[in-house]
C-alpha cells in the first residue's frame, strides 16, 4: 500500500510468484528546458511544436524524439533525430530557406495527436511525413487529410491502436496547395466519420 505521500507503507508488501511482470506506464516528454526557454508547447503531445524540419517556435532550435511526443518504436526516434539533426545544421550553415507561410496541421476526428504540428512551405520543401495516433483502438478506418474541403490524400487501414504510431508522406506539391490549415481526420470505410 501506499500512503497519501505516495509512497509505500512499511509492512503491508506482499509477493506474488510470477515467470514476468510487464509495467504498462503512461510517459510524457520531460521539457523543463522547452518550457524555460518559452517554446510554444502541445498540449496533448507535453513537447514543443515543431515543423517538418523539427525546428521549434523559436528560430534555431530544434527537437525531436520522445521530446517531442511518445514514440512506439526507437525506429521512429532514429528517424526524427536525424530530421532535427540535418536541418539543424543547414540552419547553422544558412542553408535552411526562410518559410513562405507557415500552415497548421490539425488534429481532427478521431486522431489525439499529429506531429509536426505546423508545416513551414518553403521552396525546397521534401515530402511532409506526418506521425500521428488515433483517439481509440478502430478498424476499417481511412485516414482523410484535408485543407478546408478540399481532400488532399487518404490512407486506408485495417486496424488503428492509440498505442501505436500512424505514419503518412504527403507529397510536397500537395502541401503547399493546402492554404492556412491541414485537417487530419479519421473516417470508416463506409464513408461516416468517426
Known sequence: QVGDNRLPIPGTEFEIPCDCLLLSVGLIPENELSKNIGLTMDDITGGPVVDQYRQTTLPGFFAAGNVVHVHDLVDFVSEEGDIAGKWAARYGQGQLQQPERVIAVEAGDGIRSVV????????????????????????KIIIAITAGPEKIMERRLPIAKPGEMIVVDIPADKVRAAGDKLSVQVKRLGGEKE
Request: hydrophobic content about 45%; glycine content about 0%; proline content about 12%.
Open 116 to 139: 509536426p504540428q505546423q508545416v513551414a512551405i518553403t521552396a525546397d520543401m521534401p515530402v511532409v511525413r506526418l506521425f500521428m495516433r488515433v483517439t481509440e483502438p478502430q478498424q
